[in-house]
């Protein structure tokens, strides 16, 4: 079995990092800069950073952002939030990010995710899929989850790894900020059906739920922020109780 992530996530909004419930009631968590630098230092494998608020007219904040984070931190990390062109998601990568997050946009427009991975390559690619529930099935949202596409989020997931994606990054928009556990009926469906890894958001609450998200979705990385944001699980210590479930990881500490 391959070492399974842990990423932080960075919400972005005005510069600042914000967390809410269910893609709503917004709180600030802190500087950006400072919390990376931080995750980094404690054992995270990457990092995740998406613009939740982004515009044409912040992209050059934004690509700024990614330049000072990219100068204090030694793990990979991923940008997202308003990137709609190659030519956009060029500037991410110059910036210092080593994968960026497209949603809203590739949804709008599939053919980016060919023309992307071609030109960067499918490892630089993440397709990241706001999925809600919609009785037996689960729909894809966009526009930081306002909108409904009316997409089945599983066939859309098959034909974003068809079209040359490297990574899913799957988020229960049902579970985002309940601390209730991650969606594990949607992650085994998905899992069953792509061979790329999955990237699993939205619920972590306590230790368990990120081994279940392992161990029973079959999830390749668990992605959590509040948790992280406000102490209440240390990273290492989460990697200490992964490694003792056998689920192999990156530095363990001791």
């Known amino acids: 079995m391959l070492t399974k992530r ?10 600042r990092t914000v967390k809410g419930i269910n893609f709503e009631g917004l709180r600030d968590a802190g ?15 990457e990092l995740v950073f998406l613009d939740i608020t982004a515009t044409r007219e912040k992209r050059k904040t934004l690509v700024k952002l990614v330049t000072q984070i990219a100068r204090r ?9 308003g990137i709609g062109s190659v030519d956009e998601i060029a500037d991410i990568l110059h910036a210092g990010a080593d994968k960026v997050s497209l949603n809203s946009a590739i949804v709008r427009n599939p053919g980016l995710i ?14 990241a899929v706001d999925a809600k529930r919609t009785g037996s099935q689960w729909t894809v949202y966009i526009s930081g989850g306002s909108k409904n596409t009316g997409k089945d989020a599983l066939q859309w997931i098959t034909e974003a790894e068809r079209r040359g994606a490297g990574e899913i990054l799957l988020t229960s928009m ?13 992650l085994s469906a998905v899992n069953d059906r792509v061979s790329i890894p999955v990237i699993a958001s939205g619920g972590a609450g306590t230790i368990r739920h990120c081994i279940d998200a392992v161990k029973t979705g079959k999830a390749d990385a668990v992605l959590a922020a509040s948790i992280f944001h406000f102490g209440e699980i240390e ?3 989460l990697k200490k ?12 500490e001791t």
């Open 241 to 252: 109780e992964l490694g003792k479930s056998n689920i192999p990881v990156r530095n363990i």
């Open 6 to 15: 842990i990423i932080p996530c960075l919400d972005i909004k005005d510069g």
């Open 174 to 186: 049902d579970r985002d900020g309940t601390k209730s556990g991650f969606d594990l009926e949607l």
């Open 31 to 45: 500087d950006p800069v400072e919390l990376a630098q931080r995750y980094s230092e404690e054992g995270a494998d």
């Open 73 to 81: 931190i030694d793990i990979p990390f991923t940008v997202g939030g």
């Open 114 to 127: 060919d023309r992307a991975s071609r030109q960067f390559g499918s490892q630089c690619i993440v397709a």
């Open 235 to 237: 990273i290492a210590d």
